[in-house]
């Protein structure tokens, strides 16, 4: 069964670095095909992509948030870490990580967010 | 690229159709196009990928189509669990590799 789950802290103050940890099980991100996703809600609003790593280290980060965000994997590539700097009250949201399939096994095409996390909510508030 | 989902809201009732539209601001391949269920309190979920493929467990009465710059999303007859939010996915090209969600239309309950 895959399985992703986000952590980290629930309330952070304006200027602070947020840092949210990702941590799947049952797929590997060393698989071709395979990245992990963060996208972030608002409340009561529509989902905005952030960022992405593939297998092959490719990252793609959101062209507007693209100065304030950074993504990477650990040694064990067992968790994803989003960092995001200069946290504002904007930026409350909920955060979820997804597993990014650019394609499957067979080498089809899929090119969607196959898995989701259950999200985490962050509060940015003095 | 920017996509615009339309109606807003669709109030419709059990056993209707429902047809969601999404159209973006450039021609996005086929393959590029995505749509997500959203409950309340719930994380999404993919519904279909590559602008018609159903992903796995999604039931029959989903179906997706379009081209271009405009894709439909069609569910045929409205069940119960099926009054959601729904978003279309623009997966990002090679030329364009940045991922955008639309705005979601709302499906009610009349």
């Known amino acids: 069964q895959m399985t992703l789950k986000e952590s980290g802290p629930t309330l952070v103050k304006p200027t602070q670095t947020l840092t949210l940890t990702c941590s799947f099980s049952?797929?590997?991100?060393?698989?071709?095909?395979?990245?992990v996703a963060w996208v972030r809600q608002p409340p009561g609003k529509a989902l905005e992509w952030l960022t992405l790593?593939?297998?092959?280290?490719?990252?793609r980060h959101s062209s507007s948030l693209k100065n304030r965000l950074q993504i990477s994997t650990d040694t064990s590539k067992n968790h994803v870490v989003l960092t995001m700097t200069n946290m504002d009250p904007v930026d409350t949201a909920t955060y979820y990580c997804?597993?990014?399939?650019?394609?499957?096994?067979?080498?089809?095409?899929?090119?969607?967010?196959?898995?989701w996390g259950q999200g985490t909510v962050v509060t940015v508030s003095p | 690229i920017v996509l615009t989902q339309s109606p807003g809201t669709l109030s419709l009732s059990p056993g209707e159709r429902a047809t969601l539209s999404c159209r973006t601001s450039?021609?996005?391949?086929?393959?590029?196009l995505a749509w997500y269920q959203q409950k309340p309190g719930q994380a999404p979920r993919l519904l279909i990928y590559g602008t018609s493929t159903r992903a796995t467990g999604i039931p029959d009465r989903f179906s997706g189509s379009g081209s271009g710059t405009d894709f439909t999303l069609t569910i045929t007859r409205l069940e119960p669990e099926d009054f959601a939010l729904y978003y279309c996915q623009q997966y990002g090209t090679s030329s364009s590799p940045h991922s955008t969600f639309g705005p979601g239309t709302r499906v009610n309950i009349k």
């Open positions: 790593i593939y297998w092959d280290d490719e990252i």
């Open positions: 450039q021609t996005v391949g086929n393959n590029y």
């Open positions: 997804a597993r990014a399939l650019l394609y499957d096994s067979r080498g089809s095409y899929v090119r969607a967010f196959d898995i």
């Open positions: 049952g797929f590997s991100i060393s698989t071709p095909g395979v990245g």
